[in-house]
Antibody
Framework: EVQLVESGGGLVQPGRSMKLSCAAS????????MAWVCQAPKKGLEWVAT????????YYRDSVKGRFTISRDNAKSTLYLQMDSLRSEDTATYYC???????????WGQGVMVTVSS | IQLTQSPSLLSASVGDRVTLSCKGS??????LAWYQQKLGEAPKLLIY???SLQTGIPSRFSGSGSGTDYTLTISSLQPEDVATYFC????????FGSGTKLEIK
């Protein structure tokens, strides 16, 4: 059974940093591109970042370029999101998701809440 | 590509045939998926590539469309289908629609 379990969320002040982790199991992690998707409170979904199966390529939405870094450790089957210079508008639930067929997110974690507030 | 979903809120009775719409600002070339998100849960993939049913999803869910216009149909609404439904395009960038909240009348 595919499982994605996020951790590392919480309350953080504007301008500070936070690192999210996503532990994967139930599939061959290093065969899949992975992503982070966020959802602001009572809002829709937004793709945040994607990393290729081997970590050689990364992609970001414009609003997080230069502030967020996606990475992975295939030996540990773990995905990360380093978030720096956080802003109030980054407040959201962050989901770890697997890129399956044709770029579709086919499995998601349960999500972790990040609140950016003073 | 921006996606516009309609209606934003839909109320229907158990057993009804329900149709949700998703319209793109440009041609999506059938790279369109649908997700179901129940309250407090992660999204679940229902349909990908316009009309391919994800493994384990009931056959009452189906997708159709082409170009800029796509539809998710639930052939016979069940109480467990109460959720918000999002469309998602992966033809040019990765974007989600704003969602349709489906309620039981």
């Amino acid at each position: 059974e595919v499982q994605l379990v996020e951790s590392g969320g919480g309350l953080v002040q504007p301008g500070r940093s936070m690192k999210l982790s996503c532990a994967a199991s139930g599939f061959t992690f290093n065969n899949y591109d992975m992503a982070w998707v966020c959802q602001a409170p009572k809002k829709g979904l937004e793709w945040v970042a994607t990393i290729s199966y081997d970590g050689s390529s990364t992609y970001y939405r414009d609003s997080v370029k230069g502030r967020f870094t996606i990475s992975r450790d295939n030996a540990k089957s773990t995905l990360y999101l380093q978030m720096d210079s956080l802003r109030s508008e980054d407040t959201a639930t962050y989901y770890c998701a697997r890129h399956g067929i044709s770029g579709v997110f086919d499995y998601w974690g349960q999500g972790v809440m990040v609140t950016v507030s003073s | 590509i921006q996606l516009t979903q309609s209606p934003s809120l839909l109320s229907a009775s158990v057993g009804d045939r329900v149709t949700l719409s998703c319209k793109g600002s440009q041609n999506i070339n059938n790279y369109l998926a649908w997700y179901q998100q129940k309250l407090g849960e992660a999204p679940k993939l229902l349909i990908y590539n316009t009309n391919s049913l994800q493994t384990g999803i009931p056959s009452r869910f189906s997708g159709s469309g082409s170009g800029t216009d796509y539809t998710l149909t639930i052939s016979s609404l069940q109480p467990e289908d109460v959720a918000t439904y999002f469309c998602y395009q992966y033809n040019n960038g990765l974007t989600f629609g704003s969602g349709t909240k489906l309620e039981i009348k």
